[in-house]
């Protein structure tokens, strides 16, 4: 439903590269997605001609839309956009042989529960590639006893009858693969594929948009790309950054904190470091390009979540990792701290510890042959793990596996 195509700038890579490489393996391919454009929060030009003469087919389903992340009006949209879909199944099973496999992510939870089930009318495999977790990472918004249970029933029945009914599970990390196992009594192929990126993609933005970064002589920056929402934890790394600033001995280097990104916090958050006088620049979201550029350029890379985020190996996990910078992550994911400490990529540290983050951030500016080490590492990890052309391929074969079973 988040997917980038075509002429688009903002979205996730992750389906189209998918279906590029299903194409490639043979496959015919049709990406089912949404008419409105998630992250642009507007309707597609469905007609526009990026979208056509591609490996794959894209087949639009109309949905009617929504102005903000996580109301009803989401809600009721994706309500729209799965009994839609509904009817597009419908009509490709009438007209021919219909499809052998479907492959879905989840969540939008109802739009993952009609391909399970479709797939299970026709007698063809389902796949749900776990992305995120519903509704517990609603919990993060909205936490009353009762009332959250409530209101978030739906989400935890279409998720149950999703991964009740699927015959293989990818996660974008080990623990969402293992989540359906909570709903399930038979046991199911699973794999863990993160997110990652097109390495060659990341590097020719870097460089193609390097001149668009000015990093003044004397300065070290401390880069955080993503969401500014929920979630994640800014106030304290602007708190954690002015510390800092205020105990940097003279003669060394000065501290500036790079925000890439957008969502509802920033206003506050900008006041925030306002008042504080907080080394911290709000870029304001960049194209994927320069934010390459933004982030190859810093000298440390930040993963700030709340302590109670159910994120576990995020997005930008894998850019922050190309970018050759060391990274902080304040996230509380088991996997995601082992993944720091065992690759030796960076420093975990306690989320929401204003004096934790600030030590880590003052460990690594005094210490350029650590960080070069880290980065190394870092490097090295995302191309072994994070790299989409290669750590895709297991999705293929599993895909081959069960279509032409």
């Known amino acids: 439903m988040g997917v980038k195509l075509g002429h688009e700038t903002r979205g996730y890579t992750r389906f189209r590269v998918i279906s590029e490489m299903l194409a490639e393996a043979g496959f015919e391919v049709d990406l089912i997605t949404s008419s409105f454009q998630h992250w642009d929060k507007a309707p597609r030009d469905t007609a526009h001609p990026s979208y056509t003469g591609l490996p794959y087919r894209i087949s639009f389903i109309h949905e009617p839309g929504y102005r903000r992340n996580l109301d009803l009006a989401r809600i009721r949209s994706h309500r729209v956009a799965a009994r839609n879909l ?40 389902f796949v749900a590639d776990v992305n995120d977790l519903w509704p517990e ?96 934890d800014l106030a304290t790394l602007v708190r954690a950054a002015q510390q800092a600033e205020q105990r940097r001995m003279p003669g060394e280097p000065r501290l500036r904190v790079k925000v890439l990104g957008d969502g509802p916090d920033r206003a506050a958050l900008e006041a925030l470091a306002q008042q504080l ?3 911290v620049d709000f870029v304001g979201y960049a194209p994927y390009d320069l934010m390459a550029a933004y982030l190859s350029a810093s000298d440390i890379v930040v993963n700030s ?4 985020a159910p994120q576990s190996i995020v997005t930008k996990i894998g850019d922050y990792l190309a970018s050759g910078s060391a990274l902080v992550n304040t996230g509380s994911s088991p996997e995601m701290r082992a993944l720091v400490s065992e690759g ?16 880590a951030l003052e460990t690594l500016m005094r210490d350029p042959d650590g960080r070069a080490r880290m980065a190394e590492n870092g490097r090295r990890l995302a191309e072994l793990r994070f790299d989409q052309r290669t750590s895709y391929l297991p999705i293929v074969d599993m895909v081959r596996r069960l279509a032409c079973d």
């Open 344 to 359: 030796d990529v960076g420093l975990n540290v306690e989320a929401e510890n204003e004096q934790a983050l600030c030590d």
């Open 305 to 308: 979540l709340v302590r109670s």
């Open 86 to 125: 509904r009817a597009h199944f419908d009509r490709i099973f009438a007209e021919g042989p219909g499809y052998r496999l479907i492959y879905a992510e989840i969540p939008p939870n109802d739009v993952a529960r009609v391909c399970a089930q479709e797939a299970q009318r026709h007698g063809i495999p």
């Open 137 to 232: 990472a609603m919990r993060m918004v909205l936490n009353v006893p009762i009332l959250s249970d409530m209101a978030f029933y739906p989400f935890a029945r279409d998720a149950k009858i999703a991964y009740r009914l699927l015959s293989a599970a990818v996660g974008t990390s080990e623990e969402y693969a293992a989540r359906p196992a909570a709903d399930r009594t038979r046991p199911y192929e699973r794999l863990c594929v993160y997110v990652g990126n097109r390495l060659d993609e990341f590097d020719a933005g870097a460089q193609r948009r390097a001149a668009d970064v000015r990093k003044p002589a004397g300065e070290l920056w401390a880069a955080y790309a993503g969401t500014l929402g929920a979630s994640y």
């Open 277 to 279: 006088k907080a080394p």
